[in-house]
């Protein structure tokens, strides 16, 4: 991209292009339906342990209740996070997160940028940092955080994580007010996009169906599935009997995690939980990240020894 | 004498904990460099959103010489001890000093220490003070395990004498300690070094960095009213804004926008409520009083004077105002078509707390309750049972589900809309106040009347189901209830026995009909945990303890409470500190003083003579067993106080009462002084306690004496 972005792509290619320089690797989305970036095993499960990681990607994030029937101007049940981890944080993360907002032609003489105290906390995932939501001329436009806390497990060392709300992000950026207008390619093209041409379709039928169609005995039914499988899948010993191996299977019971994740907030838009049974859920889901972490920190990955764990 | 100059860069500090951190650091090092022996003249911390700073002036160059003397064993006592001892005070046997303490000769050692220069104990203080920092929350970054609120940067920490500024040597979680900083992040970003408080102060100034946090508050607050004023608008106030948005910023550039003419039709409060909690702006009023502006505060200077972040944050605001204009629309829209029924539908779906049922029911209990209460506080009843109906109602309302802290005022602008009674508006918006100890307490009495239902079901709900708050545990907030209970029935001066309204109002509403079948559960919910006929004395007597507690500012002691408390009709707030009021004004009397000494005595002799006859005195005492004058003296004076004290009683009149109780004093004096109330003689025994008994039984028409202390 050479000069100001002029689509939501540009400004995407913009992020990416700008954090492989600062020595991320890019990575792809995560392939299943997450509510934020953060769920991304990318930053989850390799925000734990010793083991250094830099990583950069656009996450897809799912938050059915949002849905709006892709009537509202910033309102989506699914919407776009691009999220930076990086392992440790490095000293001058502040300044490298500014020439991100640079990069995607935000000048830096010109607007007002302010850290404003936010303190994250995932309950799901038993996770907490401290840091700001970034403000630009009034607008929430990242957040940042120093994870302190995740799946129960202190971070030693501390990620640096940045999420920047894409849509909203863009939308300033462009001087966008209603996010279907927003180009989403070249506006120049002979094919122009925008970002209702690519979603609006799909923004009213999940609204339709997150509300009042999707069947909650089965929603119900696949959250205990998901749940049982993931307990089923860390039973199993280390040791592989096919291949005689050490192969702890944190990311596979981890996925199912997500998907326990997932299924709690669609039954949440079916309306179906009740403020006392929403805790009880949340905890359910909580435990199953708490155990996935424990697994992760006794893989390779995770900075474990799997010899001594096996050995244990 | 040097000067010490302190100062902690970080990331971002969070605006609320700034003033306070400063104010910590100043402690911290201060008591620290007094505790090693330093003194100074004078210390002043200052705050902005990236640094805490600490000018220590005039401190001593270092601790004075001191000698310490440690008394150790006897003289003869084991070599072995005396060496011991001799090791442990770090000197010589040889230098150590025989005395005699009284009890022979005893070995002491004299310890010298050397004064140490203030540059170590500077280091020593500001490391310990780093590492103890009480931030309500801290965290670790990257690699290190230094706590902090926020990643630490840099640390400048100087002393600066005739010979001029020294780096005070330290190192703490790879940081060593300088004589310099950065200044302001956009628009002085280059390191430079100070050698004194006064080139700190002015370096960062040019450097576009206010250290002050007052002098950043005094310049917005300046600049917004003066380009509200060229305008001619008016700035609203807003102290707790001020002080947050000037933590914000370490070089505050004002801004006013305009509000779109579409949001101008928001009720004020909404547009208030918006721009302040989302945006923190401040809000201009025009000459009407209308809310036609904002003013945001910015962090920088910019070549085109801000249009770029004027407009920004003037698209931001827009959003929100379209997000609330949304809202107030369809909740108009609503009230119009169906009046407060339709934006209340569906109230019956949402739990109010799981054994007491939905707010419906809830609201069904209030109802009910409002409807007794009126007659009492001056308020119709079908007002007080309307007003109770559609109080929560807005509950249910767009806006206010965006905007909680809305929650009543947005009722009292749907009532309104609807069309009910000015009184049954004022009520939605007013039933929730009190809120706090300083918040306003309803006056008119619709309001009153749903003010006291609403808290009074809330409490009797939870007692009814054994929810008590307990130690610092209140989740319901029980305790602001019965507070806010008290303050109206005092500041009102209502005359409401309450024990008819604490017991659990849900069963009542269902004999009623009023509630449906939600009810069937919570009512055997309550049968089966046994909910005790005493929970309502219970509650009564947490009222009471609240009102010692919100008494205790007026300067009345608990126990005057409790002797009041004792009598019959406590649940008559207002007549239990009346009494009470009337009885700590009698206390304070030399009469009333020495009437109690003499009551009690009345009280004693009587008390034990009783449990010794295993009889009760209280068939009146005889005249015609008198045998001392002061005994006549007494008679007349029980005879004479008694119709007065009568009186006094029926018209409720405690001072006047408690006075006449007090004009016994002298008699009851007398009659101790010349009579002997045990007498060999059994009957004149009998009946000088029968003329104590008298003495009592009246005293404790008036107020429970024996509940005093001291």
């Known amino acids: 991209m050479t000069g100001k972005p002029r689509s939501f792509q540009d400004i995407i290619l913009a992020l990416q292009a700008y954090w492989a320089r600062q020595g991320c690797a890019v990575l792809q989305p995560y392939d299943m339906e997450v509510g934020a970036g953060t769920f991304h095993p990318a930053t989850t499960l390799r925000s734990l342990g010793p083991n250094p990681w830099a990583a950069a990607y656009v996450q897809p994030s799912r938050r059915p209740t949002d849905g709006r029937y892709g009537d509202s101007p910033n309102r989506l049940q699914h919407y776009y996070q691009f999220q930076v981890l990086i392992k440790p944080s490095p000293p001058d993360l502040q300044a490298l997160y500014l020439g991100s907002l640079e990069a995607i032609g935000i000048d830096m003489a010109l607007h007002d940028i302010r850290f404003v105290e936010d303190d994250w906390e995932s309950p799901t995932l038993g996770a907490w940092g401290l840091g700001w939501e970034v403000w630009c001329d009034g607008m929430e436009v990242s957040q940042f955080t120093y994870f302190q806390q995740v799946g129960g497990h202190d971070c030693r060392p501390v990620s640096g994580e940045l999420t920047y709300g894409l849509e909203r992000l863009a939308m300033y950026v462009l001087g966008m007010d209603h996010v279907m207008e927003m180009p989403f390619n070249d506006p120049q093209t002979p094919m122009p996009l925008t970002y209702g041409d690519v979603f609006r379709q799909a923004e009213r039928e999940y609204a339709r169906w997150n509300f009042d169609v999707a069947d909650t005995p089965t929603l119900l039914r696949h959250f205990e599935d998901a749940e049982a499988e993931c307990a089923r899948i860390l039973e199993q010993p280390a040791t592989d009997p096919r291949t005689g191996r050490q192969i702890v299977m944190a990311q596979p019971a981890y996925d199912q995690c997500i998907k326990a994740s997932h299924l709690f907030n669609l039954l949440d838009a079916r309306g179906v939980i009740s403020v006392t049974e929403r805790q009880a859920y949340i905890g359910r889901v909580r435990a199953l990240a708490k155990a996935c972490a424990d697994a992760f920190l006794l893989t390779e990955a995770g900075g474990g020894a799997p010899e001594a764990a096996a050995a244990s | ?710």
Request: glycine share 10%; aromatic share 6%; proline share 5%.
């Open chain 2, 1 to 710: 004498m040097p000067d010490l100059l302190i100062e902690l860069l970080s990331e971002e500090i969070p605006a609320r904990m700034q003033r306070r951190a400063a104010e910590d650091l100043k402690s911290l090092v201060t008591n620290g460099l007094v505790e090693a022996g330093l003194t100074y003249a004078g210390a002043a911390a200052f705050s902005t959103p990236r640094r805490l700073a600490l000018s220590v002036e005039g401190l001593t160059a270092s601790s004075p010489d001191t000698r310490e003397e440690r008394k150790g064993p006897r003289v003869g006592a084991p070599d072995k001890a005396v060496e011991g001892f001799a090791r442990g005070a770090g000197v010589e046997v040889s230098a150590l000093e025989k005395r005699d303490a009284g009890k022979g000769e005893v070995y002491f050692a004299v310890i010298a220490h050397k004064g140490r220069p203030a540059d170590a104990i500077v280091a020593e203080v500001l490391e310990r003070a780093i590492r103890d920092f009480p931030w309500p929350k801290s965290m670790r970054w990257g690699t290190g395990d230094l706590r902090w609120v926020r990643p630490l940067h840099g640390i400048l920490c100087i002393l600066t004498d005739e010979a001029g500024p020294r780096i005070v040597p330290m190192e703490i979680g790879g940081l060593a300690a300088g004589a310099g900083t950065i200044g302001h992040r956009f628009m002085g970003n280059e390191a430079f070094s100070v050698s004194s408080f006064e080139d700190y102060e002015a370096k960062l100034k040019r450097a576009h960095v206010i250290l002050r946090p007052e002098e950043r508050a005094e310049t917005i607050q300046h600049d917004a009213q003066t380009r509200a004023f060229a305008q001619g608008l008016e700035l609203v106030e807003d102290r707790g804004l001020l002080d947050e948005v000037s933590g914000l910023v370490e070089w505050p550039v004002v801004l006013m926008g305009e509000i779109g003419e579409e949001f101008l039709h928001l009720p004020p409060e909404v547009l208030q409520t918006s721009m302040k909690e989302h945006q923190k702006f401040f809000s201009v009023k025009d000459r009407q009083g209308r809310i036609s502006r904002f003013v945001t505060v910015a962090n920088i200077d910019t070549p085109d004077d801000g249009a770029t972040i004027l407009a920004g944050n003037g698209r931001v605001l827009a959003a929100r105002l379209a997000d609330a204009r949304f809202f107030w629309d369809n909740d108009l829209r609503k009230v119009k078509a169906g009046g407060m029924e339709a934006l209340g539908e569906g109230l019956e779906a949402v739990t109010f707390q799981s054994q007491l049922g939905s707010q419906a029911d809830r609201v069904g209990r209030i109802a009910a309750l409002a409807r007794s209460i009126a007659p009492q506080v001056g308020a119709e009843a079908d007002e007080a049972e309307q007003a109770a109906r559609i109080a929560k109602v807005d509950l249910r309302s767009e806006m206010v589900g965006e905007f909680p802290e809305l929650q009543g005022l947005m009722g009292r602008y749907y009532a309104a809309e609807a069309g009910l009674p000015a009184a049954v508006a004022q009520a939605a918006e007013e039933h929730y106040r009190p809120l706090g100890p300083s918040d306003a307490v309803p006056e008119a009495p619709v309001s009153i009347a749903v003010a006291l239902a609403d808290k009074l079901d809330t409490l009797a709900g939870f007692w009814a189901i054994d929810e008590k708050p307990t130690g610092s545990k209140d989740p319901f907030a029980l305790r602001r209830a019965a507070l806010g209970v008290i303050r109206l029935v005092l500041a009102n001066g209502l005359r409401l026995p309450l024990l008819p309204h604490l017991a659990y109002t849900g069963l009542r509403a269902t004999e009623e009909g009023e509630v449906a079948a939600a009810h069937d559960a919570v009512v055997e919910a309550q049968q089966g945990t046994q909910a005790q006929p005493d929970a309502a004395a219970d509650l009564l007597g947490f009222f009471h303890d609240r009102l010692k507690v919100h008494l205790k500012g007026e300067g009345l002691r608990h126990d005057v409470i409790d002797a009041a408390a004792a009598m019959p009709g406590s649940d008559d707030l207002w007549l239990l500190v009346a009494r009470a009021q009337a009885l700590a004004g009698v206390l304070k009397t030399d009469d009333g003083e020495n009437l109690l000494q003499g009551f009690r005595r009345a009280n004693n002799i009587l008390t034990q003579a009783e449990t010794q006859d295993g009889v009760e005195y209280a068939f009146g005492a005889d005249r015609k067993f008198i045998e001392d004058p002061a005994e006549t003296v007494l008679f007349d004076a029980l005879d004479a106080a008694q119709p007065k004290i009568d009186e006094a009683m029926g018209r409720e009149d405690f001072a006047g009462a408690m006075a006449a109780m007090a004009g016994l004093r002298g008699p009851i004096d007398g009659f101790f002084e010349a009579v002997q109330v045990n007498s060999e003689n059994q009957i004149l025994r009998r009946n000088r306690l029968n003329l104590l008994s008298r003495i009592r039984t009246l005293c404790l028409s008036v107020a429970d004496l024996t509940r005093l202390e001291g």
